[in-house]
């Protein structure tokens, strides 16, 4: 017997059982064997190869209070997470409090105090806003963990960078965040990371070589710094400067090592001469350890370049 096609919504990820009536889906249809139950109440067509909001969807749509938060919703947000959180693919689902947590296989539930405007929807998936995300994120990260996570989600560049980008939020609303919860988990840890944010890394290396810095005495990096040709020109984006004594430092990660990037890499550098700026360029291992390499070289490339130091 051959089945009837399902509606085409219901086809590119996961769906409830409640998406399923609305859309006037029999029940018998939704015990074929093209389709998995992969929780209760949640179907998955077998040939889907959905993923991030559209492998979700199904988890909120059960009921009308579930949201995703904390990791899950960090993941949609592609908020960078640590390793071990990054391993761990429960799926986080709050309510009001007031309602009963969600319990379900593969579930963690939770039961938060959410303002109207800390709930939104994306990609037909309800979750937190990005700064309540970023929020709840400090009950499992530390405060170097949530400078990253809250770096990516302010990170913006205009149009006179290569590839222009918006923020997700501002620093503004993670702080009036924070300020609207004073009695969160882990809020001391969000005020404390909050004012270690910047606008302007594009990875968390760059957020964790600026700590690096900073917490090694050195002054502050510029984030977002453009050298601009006398012609008025953008010709250098670094990832970090130092306008005052023209130096731009450049992180390089594993997608440096292609040939391609590698020629794009040695002009860069020239260009970074031809006006005058002195380019340090770092990897991943001079990140690694307590007393970070990368400290080191830029210490002494501040100080070629008439830095005194402390």
Not at 90 to 95: A, K, N, Q, W
Not at 168 to 193: D, W, Y
Request: glycine share 6%; proline share 6%; with cysteine.
């Amino acid at each position: 017997m051959r089945r009837a096609p399902l509606p085409s919504h219901l086809t590119t990820g996961s769906f409830s059982l409640r998406a399923a009536d609305k859309a006037g889906v029999t029940r018998t249809r939704t015990q074929a064997k093209d389709l998995l139950t992969v929780s209760r109440g949640i179907r998955v067509p077998v040939a889907s190869a959905a993923s991030g909001a559209a492998a979700l969807r199904a988890y909120t749509d059960l009921d009308d209070e579930s949201v995703l938060t904390v990791g899950s919703a960090a993941r949609l947000w592609a908020a960078p997470l640590p390793g071990r959180l990054e391993e761990d693919w429960r799926i986080h689902i709050s309510r009001r409090r007031g309602f009963s947590p969600p319990r379900r296989v593969n579930v963690v539930g939770h039961l938060l105090t959410l303002a109207a405007d800390e709930v939104v929807e994306l990609d037909g998936v309800r979750l937190t806003s990005p700064a309540r995300t970023w929020l709840d994120l400090a009950t499992v990260l530390d405060v170097d963990e949530l400078v990253v996570a809250g770096d990516a989600l302010v990170c913006e560049h205009g149009l006179e960078f290569p590839v222009p980008r918006e923020a997700l939020c501002s620093i503004e609303e993670l702080r009036a965040m924070v300020a609207r919860h004073p009695g969160n988990r882990g809020v001391r840890k969000a005020r404390a990371a909050v004012e270690l944010i910047r606008v302007g890394a594009d990875s968390p290396p760059e957020s964790r070589l600026r700590l690096a810095l900073i917490r090694a005495d050195l002054p502050e990096p510029e984030l977002n710094h453009v050298v601009w040709s006398d012609a008025g020109i953008p010709v250098l984006w670094p990832d970090a400067a130092y306008p005052q004594w023209q130096i731009a430092v450049q992180y390089e990660g594993a997608h440096h090592n292609g040939e391609e990037q590698y020629q794009r890499d040695i002009r860069r550098a020239d260009v970074a001469g031809r006006f005058g700026w002195l380019e340090v360029r770092l990897s991943r291992l001079d990140l690694a350890g307590d007393h970070p390499a990368a400290v080191r070289k830029v210490r002494a490339a501040l100080e070629s370049r008439g830095r005194r130091a402390r």
